[in-house]
């Protein structure tokens, strides 16, 4: 059974701890109950609510498809940046990108870069049903998103919010150390097995994980990697990795009731597996939408080259299959941000024969200079397809709505590209 221990907060003379900081005095510590294997029965509503979640997941995973190569990266970075500013560190799409083409830049864009990587790579090793999930997996998980941190769970108490350094002042306190291993391992049994509706185990190892807080820092990109995990595993997705974690960055209040109620005594599982379903249908929406935007705009850009070709006379104007500069074209989703040598070496081609697919392509109105502080030129960027990945995070930064009328509090400013408008964008209609 869950319940509570109670510990003693002494920190003694610290002098980075303001005065009511070092108070001592008594808190409550909250242990989880184990989850076993098993899925718990759920009420009427709430198993309706994962069914119709699991659906849409299907749906979802069926529409786009195809395209799965590509929009993974594309919504993984989405769901990178919803962390980075729930984190407090604002990066855009654009720049992330260009840090990520460049291997150089700010540092914040580059850890956002590593942990897209990250995601990617322990999803993929996870989802693997052959083998077990054990506690030194989640382990490695952590590692890799978190690498400067000592390895390992912690052996120490943490807490999550709260106005103070101070468990005394938190909002929420996760288990002491010593319970951490014991339930790790218990979630990693969780984790493994793939019975059931996969939407109710990934809300179920989701809040679990966020409720151990096993580790001092990176719980929560490395809860939200769970969610992957246990999607991708359970088969409920083949395709493509839809980012749930996104809508809830979005809703925090939404988020913080639905931990808060399956933290309850008695646990209130129902309303946190019906908050997470919606969470889940909303994301799906949002990948479903950005897919046909990517493939609206593909379209759109072959026919601007074309128009353009055309108006200057060069011929043929459909360039042949394999011109570098469709080539370009068809990668722009996942290579929005181009070098002169990048392009060369991914397409096996001249620097000269790149830097004339770019310059064509910048004349069209396709590709955008992007140049440093000295008015050098470093890359070309595809403006309007990185702009689609932010609107998708503003309209993830409300609940996955249209941002016309309501405008985030935090997330990527408005992109400036009118054109974008004459698309379907995930928000800002």
Sequence with gaps: MANFVE????????????????????????????????????????????EDALAVLARADERIGQRSAYLNHLLIRSES?????IEGNRVTPKRLAIAEALEHGPRVALDVIDNV??????????????????????????????PSLERGLRTEQNWV????????????????????????ADLAAFLTETSGNAVVRAAIAHAQFETI??????????????????????????????????????????????????????PRLDEWVISFARATELAAGN????????????????????????????????????????????????????????????????TTAAHRALKELEDAGILGRT????????????????ALVALTERSNRVGAGDTAKRVPSAGPP???????????????H
Excluded: M
């Design 371 to 386: 140049k440093d502080q000295r008015g050098r030129l470093v890359c070309w960027a595809a403006d309007r397809q990185l």
């Design 7 to 50: 510990r003693l907060w002494a920190p003694g003379e610290h002098g980075q701890l303001s005065r009511r900081d070092r108070a001592p005095g008594r808190y409550l510590a909250y242990v989880p109950d184990e989850l076993g294997v098993a899925l718990p029965r759920l009420g009427d509503e709430a198993r309706a609510a994962a």
């Design 161 to 184: 919010g709260g106005t103070g350094w101070s468990p005394l002042r938190a909002e929420f306190v996760p288990p002491p150390e010593s319970e951490v291993p014991r339930l790790v």
């Design 287 to 350: 990948a479903v939408r950005l897919a046909e935007d990517v493939a609206a705009l593909e379209q759109q850009t072959l026919d601007d080259l074309i128009a353009y070709r055309r108006a200057h006379e060069l011929t043929p104007a459909v360039p042949r299959r394999d011109a570098v500069v469709l080539r370009i074209l068809a990668a722009l989703a996942t290579e929005p941000v181009l070098t002169i040598d990048g392009v060369a070496r991914n397409h096996n081609v001249s």
């Design 414 to 428: 408005r992109p400036e590209s009118a054109r974008v408008g004459s698309l379907r964008p995930a928000g800002d």
């Design 81 to 85: 940046i919803s962390s980075s500013w």
């Design 117 to 146: 990587r990250a995601t990617e790579d322990a999803v993929a090793a996870l989802a693997d049903r052959t083998r077990s999930i054990t506690t030194v997996d989640i382990e490695d998980l952590q590692h890799v998103i978190e």
């Design 213 to 266: 807080h096993p580790f001092i820092d990176g719980n929560g990109r490395t809860g939200r990697a769970l969610i992957h995990t246990v999607l991708r595993r359970a088969d409920a997705l083949r395709n493509v990795l839809i980012p749930i974690s996104t809508v809830f960055a979005g809703d925090t209040d939404t988020y913080i009731a639905g931990l808060t109620a399956f933290r309850a005594d008695p």
